[in-house]
């Protein structure tokens, strides 16, 4: 896998250092790993093509800057290009009200699930909103939007008995009008773009209900087939933006950059999990270090911004600088970890750490962390010095671990306040040395960030 | 028989069509040169097989190339094919197990693969061989997916076995075998949920339902394939990694050709992790399920009509 381009480039150009200029000679080798990379996360070939010649011409003649390697030089202007190729077009979605938006899509894209996800984030802002059946094709497909609407508590319109999708969306559209409805969604069946017959259909659903959004709901993994698929359908019924799905999945997401070079369509929203509202508006910056394999540190940011408990972390933060640190605090640490949801995507987030293994193991570690403290008593916990042998066994017994997994827990503890100690006699450089020599760990994170970003 | 080889071929000459027409068929009776070469390239690429095969295919095209300059395209064909050839060598799946009691097929694989649709297209395929089968709904995450599998069976006339949404998976499984031993059913496919393959908790649960299962056969479930979608890229291969990981798959079924897409991930999966295709799917006709063979996949990736069996 390719899990840091900043390091492969960096090895390319090394030599860079004192050249002066990058030049097309002594990129050469870089752009090569830049194509490589992009078409290993599925970015249509000649679109790979077109960005890194794109690139090439935005780096030669530049200056090799002494602050960064030229590798992390290269990697801000790829990554810069990115942000700008994928963010451009608005992600607003029309002020028309009602608001009529047509969702289409491949087979199993996640066009219904979508559909109630952008539902449920219309209501949220205030809309009334009305979703309608148009799936008359897979069985069940109108079962499973009416559950979502009744779930979600929306406005919902079927016809079962009708296969005529153009009468169903002017029916809905005028039960939406008696019932006052600002937002009129309709989930239509999975088709290919190739399929006449069914894309047909749309059209005509199309000039029926005339909607103000026509969404194309895409499977963030799609392959090569990305571009086929999304200027074919652009140019039959004009999209006006796109909804990439399963971003919670670890896709590199490639046809996202292929979608929108090839057809200029914005992305507008992504699904990012199995609950309802695992749905967000688009962010380009994101996606582009995905795409890159640099993780995903903005989110994972936001993510810690929205579950942990800001006072909680403050005392905390107050707490480690005065190095007055006990279990309590260690235990209430691991539980604001915990918040973050599961481990693995956590790491999944963190550059440098996709494709590392989290799993389980980590997490019944910190499982029997928690365990092991909450078999102590309060005094222990302020004061784990007293902690001794017979009390070692006791609590070894309590948490249904053995002594020596005591023991590394409290001689992780005490490592900890070492450090927190040494913090705040303003040691740093010699804590980051420190850090540096034992490598691993969290201490491994700040390393394999890109610079200048 | 000798129609379902026509629904093979016809299903798989739309994928040829739009794979080597839309360059201008470059693998023709044309000679190559530099502007072919690359459109052969792109054309490479754009089947999904992977950059290394990809690559691999191109190196060895390349190589010929230059030792002849007069190399046509269908030359360069030709050498994709055994490429290919070489590749997939073995990949054809086989059912072979024989067990005493019913013999279990779990399908499972990441959202929207197609996993219901298949259990369906599998039920009807096999109780037309001849085989006693019982569907199994143990989807009971997403919202109306039992309905979705009831609808099949009723119009394939399928016996199912389901209960309510948010039922436990696992258990559902496990009335399954029950109710198939008790109906002399032979054969018990079993419909999972989507799971995305980077969720932990959700592939325990998998383990979980075939800890279960294994309960009334110790080998069951006897087979365990993952569906893949046809038209997603690399990150099939990720998918495909993971579950094997966590449930050592059997088999692979590969879902959505009758696109434009190639599924040529499938490529990339039995290179790296050597898991057996058993079938391709090509539409949403109860039929349009039919065994993998590795002539046909390269027939019609590469156009070599003349080698599919009339």
């Known amino acids: 896998m390719f899990d840091n381009l900043t390091e492969k480039i960096g090895k390319t150009i090394r030599n860079l250092r004192g050249v002066g200029k990058l030049s097309e000679e002594n990129m050469g080798e870089a752009l090569k790993e830049v194509r490589t990379a992009l078409l290993s996360a599925d970015v249509h070939f000649k679109v790979a093509k077109q960005f890194v010649e794109q690139v090439k011409e935005t780096c030669i ?27 451009e077009g608005t992600a607003e979605l029309s002020e028309n009200r009602p608001l009529k938006i047509m969702m289409i899509g491949l087979h199993g894209a996640g066009k219904t699930t979508s559909t109630a996800k952008l539902s449920r984030h219309l209501k949220k802002r205030g ?16 079962d499973q939007l009416e559950t979502l609407a009744n779930q979600e508590e929306l406005l919902f319109y079927a016809d079962r008995n009708s296969k005529d999708v153009p009468s169903i969306g002017m029916k809905a559209v005028r039960h939406a009008n008696e019932q006052q409805a600002s937002a009129i969604l309709f989930d239509t069946a999975g088709r290919l773009q190739i399929d006449q017959d069914l894309v047909g259909e749309l059209k005509r659903l199309n000039d029926t209900v005339m909607p103000d959004e026509i969404l194309l709901v895409t499977d963030s993994a799609l392959g090569q087939e990305a571009v086929n698929v999304a200027s074919h359908f652009h140019e039959e019924v004009g999209l006006t933006g796109i909804i990439l799905t399963k971003l919670d999945g670890d896709a590199r997401g490639g046809a996202a950059l292929s979608m929108k070079s090839i057809t200029e369509v914005p992305i507008k929203f992504a699904g990012t999990g199995e609950k309802m509202d695992d749905f967000e508006v688009f962010h380009p910056d994101r996606m582009a270090s995905r795409i890159l394999g640099m993780g995903d540190v903005v989110s994972l940011v936001e993510h810690a911004q929205d579950k942990i408990d800001q006072d909680e972390a403050e005392r905390m933060a107050e707490k480690m600088r005065k190095a007055d640190f006990d279990l309590n605090d260690f235990l209430s640490q691991i539980r604001q970890v915990k918040k973050l949801g599961p481990l693995d995507k956590v790491m999944g987030m963190m550059p440098g750490m996709t494709g590392m293994e989290v799993g389980d193991k980590e997490t019944r570690q910190m499982a029997q962390t928690e365990a092991i403290i909450l078999s102590m008593t309060t005094k222990e916990r302020t004061k784990p010095g007293i902690i001794n042998g017979s009390r070692r066994v006791r609590i070894a017994n309590g948490s249904g671990t053995q002594v020596s997994d005591v023991n590394a827990l409290l001689k992780q503890f005490n490592q900890m306040k070492k450090m927190m100690k040494m913090m705040r006699g303003g040691k740093m450089k010699r804590l980051q040395k420190m850090m540096g020599k034992k490598g691993g760990g969290m201490s491994g994170f700040p390393g394999a960030m890109p610079g200048g970003f | 028989m000798f129609g ?6 016809s299903g798989l000459a739309r994928t040829t069509q739009s794979l080597f027409g839309a360059v201008g068929g470059i693998f023709g009776t044309n000679q190559l040169d530099k502007g072919s070469l690359e459109a052969l390239e792109e054309a490479l690429y754009g089947a999904d097989f992977g950059v290394e095969t990809a690559e691999e295919i191109m190196e060895e ?3 010929s190339f230059k030792q002849d300059k007069r190399l046509r395209g269908m030359d360069a064909a030709e050498i994709g094919a055994s490429v290919l050839r070489r590749v997939l060598e073995g990949s054809e799946g086989q059912l072979q197990s024989k067990p005493d009691g019913p013999e279990v097929i779990m399908l499972l694989g990441v959202n929207g693969s197609g996993k219901t649709t298949t259990t369906a297209k599998l039920g009807h395929r096999y109780q037309g061989e001849g085989r006693f089968v019982l569907l199994a709904a143990c989807d009971t995450f997403r919202a109306a997916a039992n309905e979705q599998l009831r609808l099949w069976s009723d119009r394939l006339s399928l016996d199912l076995v389901a209960s309510k949404h948010g039922a436990d998976a696992a258990s559902v499984a496990f009335d399954a075998y029950q109710a198939a031993e008790s109906r002399g059913r032979n054969l018990l496919i079993l419909d999972t949920a989507g799971r995305l393959h980077n969720k932990g908790h959700l592939m325990a649960e998998l383990g979980k339902i075939i800890r279960v299962v294994a309960k009334n056969d110790a080998f069951a479930p006897h087979h365990r394939w993952l569906v893949v ?3 997603i890229g ?9 579950f094997h990981k966590a449930i050592h798959l059997t088999g692979l079924v590969i879902t959505k050709l009758d696109g434009t897409s190639r599924g040529g991930a499938l490529v990339g999966i039995y290179r790296e992790l050597g898991i057996p295709i058993y079938f391709v ?3 949403e006709q109860p039929d349009d ?3 993998f063979t590795v002539e046909n996949y390269i027939s019609a990736v590469f156009g070599l009509q003349q080698k599919v069996a009339e």
Not at chain 1, 130 to 138: A, E, K, M, S
């Open chain 1, 61 to 87: 003649g530049q200056e090799v800057l002494s602050s960064v390697t030229p590798g992390q030089q290269v990697v801000k202007i790829i990554n810069d290009e990115l942000v700008k190729l994928l963010g």
């Open chain 1, 127 to 142: 809309l009334t909103t009305l979703v309608v059946g148009c799936d008359v094709y897979r069985p069940a497909a109108i």
């Open chain 2, 4 to 9: 379902l080889i026509k629904k093979f071929k």
């Open chain 2, 61 to 63: 095209i390349q190589d």
């Open chain 2, 229 to 231: 979608d046809g038209s």
């Open chain 2, 234 to 242: 690399s990150n099939s291969i990720e998918q495909a990694r993971s």
């Open chain 2, 281 to 283: 799917g090509f539409g």
């Open chain 2, 289 to 291: 399920l039919q065994p």
